[in-house]
């Protein structure tokens, strides 16, 4: 029996445990964060079971994901490529959308977010070229220059629908860039470079987007409507309005009365901050949120909001604690590896996952401007859920070589020195 566990458990136990003490945390407060859900479909059950199905799903690409080799990852690289600039056009042409949006395409009825795809693609893309160009003081000055092609590609066709996501992505390809030992004069030009780019966006989002928090809601439908129609540009550009608006609710954040605070203009961000007041040290309990019944996306975009309601300062620390064991073991385990790929992968998706879960930590508890970006393995999710296992079965399958190879070579140097 545990010779057969252990063939379904491969890989770094603590990945391992981190990974289940997260899907467990995630079970219990989609459960209790699903209120609305369970309102519109009549059923205290359905949003739950459909997660923990998913959640089997993503568990089952994860186990296939961590018997493959390290050097099919590498084979694989280009075929993922193709599929994911192919896709991130095609969401742009005709993709659905959904909460204004346009994020999702659908194929045999399946939807799913090609950037949670195009991610791990990049990430994938920028170890291999980090690794083949290593030299003995560093990396090849031209594996800057590859990098940064792949990147110009696939970042700002993300940008376009999810600017948030795209900005998180291209900080992971910075730092695997130091960890990949890239010339420091061109990653000191290269923060040139992003600074101005940031400003140029930053400005163009000022000028042409309108804040909608400001404009009374049927002149900004009648507005909208009739630009979407005649507006050749408004395809591209429909973002910057959101963008606006929550860029102009973040510099503008300043401390109220509770009698002053809007709950209707700012929903989310009042309401979010509400379950957190109240939780105290030890929170409220599993299943006792109330802020949930306010909250459109606390089993999404907040949900770490309602674990702080649910579970206390104490649980909150402890869940943001799960991802900073994730990001050093993953460490360790690159630490381990004698080849440079699956070390500069295994931090790569390491970062990726943390990254994004500390950014929406710090947009739950108003650090910082609110955006879609779900926690990693714990919020409700569809491609993002399955994509982020198969993200930890990556990992899970590079400690299994880099253990295996630590233990050939303890072999290796115990057989010479009983030679000797």
């Known amino acids: 029996m545990e010779n057969k566990l252990g063939n379904i458990f491969k890989g770094d136990k603590v990945i391992w445990m981190v990974f289940f003490f997260l899907c467990i945390i995630s079970i219990v407060e989609v459960y209790s964060a699903s209120s609305q859900l369970t309102y519109k479909g009549g059923s205290y059950l359905a949003p739950v079971i459909k997660h923990i199905g998913i959640l089997v799903m993503g568990i089952f690409f994860m186990i296939i994901t961590l018997n493959v080799g390290c050097r099919y990852f590498k084979i694989a690289t280009p075929f993922l490529l193709i599929v994911s600039i192919a896709t991130l056009l095609w969401v742009i042409i005709a993709g659905q959308s959904t909460n204004g949006a346009q994020r999702w395409i659908s194929i045999l009825g399946i939807q799913f977010q090609p950037s949670e795809i195009a991610k791990g693609t990049l990430v994938l893309a920028t170890a291999q070229i980090l690794s083949a160009m290593q030299t003995p003081t560093g990396a090849d000055r031209n594996a800057f220059k590859y990098i940064l092609i792949v990147s110009g590609i696939i970042i700002p066709l993300i940008m376009f629908e999810n600017l948030s996501t795209a900005v998180l992505l291209a900080g992971v390809i910075f730092f695997m860039m ?84 809007d709950l209707d203009k700012d929903a989310q961000t009042a309401h979010a901050n509400i379950a957190i007041a109240s939780s105290n040290v030890v929170g409220k309990g599993p299943g006792n949120s109330v802020e949930r019944d306010f909250l459109s996306q606390a089993f999404s975009d907040f949900i770490y909001a309602i674990i702080i309601e649910e579970m206390g300062i104490i649980g909150a620390i402890i869940v943001a604690f799960l991802y900073i064991i994730l990001l050093f073991r993953s460490g360790r385990i690159a630490n381990r590896c004698e080849n440079t790929f699956p070390a500069f992968l295994a931090m790569g998706l390491a970062l990726l996952l943390v990254t994004q879960a500390l950014f929406n930590m710090c947009v739950a508890v108003g650090l910082a401007p609110v955006t879609g970006q779900p926690l990693p393995l714990v919020s409700k999710g569809g491609t993002s859920t399955v994509i982020n296992c198969i993200y930890i079965g990556a990992i899970l399958s590079i400690s299994r070589s880099a253990k295996k190879k630590q233990i050939e070579n303890e072999d290796l140097r115990t057989f010479k020195l009983s030679a000797a």
């Open 178 to 261: 130091i960890i990949g030992r890239v010339p420091t004069q061109q990653l000191g030009k290269l923060m040139g470079i992003a600074v101005l780019g940031i400003v140029f966006i930053f400005a163009m989002v000022m000028i042409i987007g309108t804040d909608t928090g400001n404009v009374k809601k049927e002149n900004n439908l009648t507005e909208r409507t009739h630009e979407a129609k005649e507006d050749k540009g408004y395809k591209v550009f429909h973002r910057f309005d959101t963008w606006k608006s929550r860029i102009m609710k973040y510099a503008n954040n300043k401390d109220l009365r509770p009698e002053d605070i």
